[in-house]
């Protein structure tokens, strides 16, 4: 993923909910919130958003599907097309199939927003 379709992700999932950092302290590689998210941000005004090509903030966005849909087995899978998509513990399709992990999972935050 560029940083570009990182940016518009991470900036997306922050619109249907995906909670943002309670405190934020400096890291070596952008900076790493008091959540344990590795939060980035461009030159000039813009907001800080996650970065979810980080493994620990890709974790973080997973229990909050999990929270949100209040099922601790909710899991992402890549499908034998490529795709990801997010199934709950009875192995129901969530949301919307997205091109990464993380696509899929800011699908089925916003899909368990919506209910």
């Known amino acids: 993923m560029d940083d570009a379709t990182a940016k518009d992700l991470g900036l997306e999932a ?3 909910g995906f909670e943002p950092a309670p405190c934020l ?3 070596a590689y952008g900076v790493r919130g008091g959540d344990g ?3 980035r941000h461009t030159a ?5 958003w996650p970065d979810f090509r980080d493994p620990a903030t890709l974790g973080v966005l997973l229990a909050q599907v999990r ?4 099922d601790g087995d909710t899991h992402a899978e890549r499908l034998f097309t490529g795709e990801w998509a997010v199934f709950n513990q009875h192995g129901n399709l969530v949301s919307d199939k997205g091109p990464t992990e993380a696509h899929a999972l800011v699908a089925a935050l916003q899909a368990a927003k919506e209910v």
């Open 14 to 16: 922050l619109a249907v």
């Open 67 to 70: 929270a949100a849909l209040a």
């Open 37 to 39: 998210c590795l939060w």
């Open 25 to 27: 302290t400096r890291a």
């Open 44 to 48: 000039g005004s813009a907001p800080r």
